[in-house]
Every structure is written in structure tokens, then in C-alpha cells.
């Protein structure tokens, strides 16, 4: 059974980081391509950042391009969002997904954790 565990979301200042982990209870974690949603409420959830499964091939939305960074651990089944120059906008819900295979510009994920609250005060 896959599990994914999010942690670290929290209360910042506009300007500060965060940096979101995730780790997985996935036996062939470095089979599996992993991704950062987000949803804000009252806002269509959003495909905030990907990674492939070696971690050579990354993808990032417009609006969090340059400011954050997606990173795996296969050794320890984790992975990473560093998000800095926070902005209140970047306030939602962050999930973890991962699925196995594919490429990371597949918005579809079969797993998904319960998700980390990031609230950035202005």
C-alpha cells in the first residue's frame, strides 16, 4: 500500500521559505514520478512542480518558476519543495502525488497525501 506523508507547511512572512517534504512508503520509490499540487480555496487545484523519477527532468509552473525547487531522495523515499520569496498568493493546501511511470508533463497521479497547509501572511 503506497502512503505519502506530507510536512512542513506553516505560517510565514511574505519573503520567507518553506521547504515541504514528503516521504513515501513506496518500496520502488525511484520508479515513481512525484509532483507538488496545490489548491487554494475556492481555486482549481494547480500542478505547482514534478519531478522525474532520477530527478533529471523537472517541471515548474509559470507562477512558481525561479522561486521554488523540486528535489528527490531515493535513498530515503523523499522528496522536496524548497519554496522561497514567498508571496501571500503561494497561501493553499500542498499535496504530494506520486505515480509510477510516465512522464512528469502526466497532470494524472495515482497516490496522493493529505496534504500540508502553507499560509503566507502579507
Known amino acids: 500500500q503506497v502512503q505519502l506523508q506530507e510536512s512542513g507547511g506553516g505560517l510565514v512572512q511574505a519573503g520567507g521559505s518553506l521547504r515541504l517534504s514528503c516521504a513515501a512508503s513506496?518500496?520502488?520509490?525511484?520508479?515513481?514520478?512525484m509532483a507538488w499540487f496545490r489548491q487554494a480555496p475556492g481555486k482549481e487545484r494547480e500542478y505547482v512542480a514534478a519531478?522525474?523519477?532520477?530527478?533529471?527532468?523537472?517541471y515548474y509552473a509559470d507562477s512558481v518558476k525561479g522561486r521554488f525547487t523540486i528535489a528527490r531522495n531515493n535513498a530515503q523515499s523523499t522528496v522536496y519543495l524548497q519554496m522561497n520569496s514567498l508571496k501571500p498568493e503561494d497561501t493553499a493546501v500542498y499535496y504530494c502525488?506520486?505515480?509510477?511511470?510516465?512522464?512528469?508533463?502526466?497532470?494524472?497521479?495515482?497516490?496522493w497525501g493529505q496534504g500540508t497547509q502553507v499560509t503566507v501572511s502579507s
Open positions: 513506496i518500496r520502488t520509490f525511484s520508479s515513481y514520478r
Open positions: 502525488a506520486g505515480s509510477l511511470g510516465g512522464t512528469i508533463y502526466n497532470r494524472e497521479y495515482n497516490y
Open positions: 519531478v522525474s523519477w532520477n530527478g533529471g527532468t523537472t
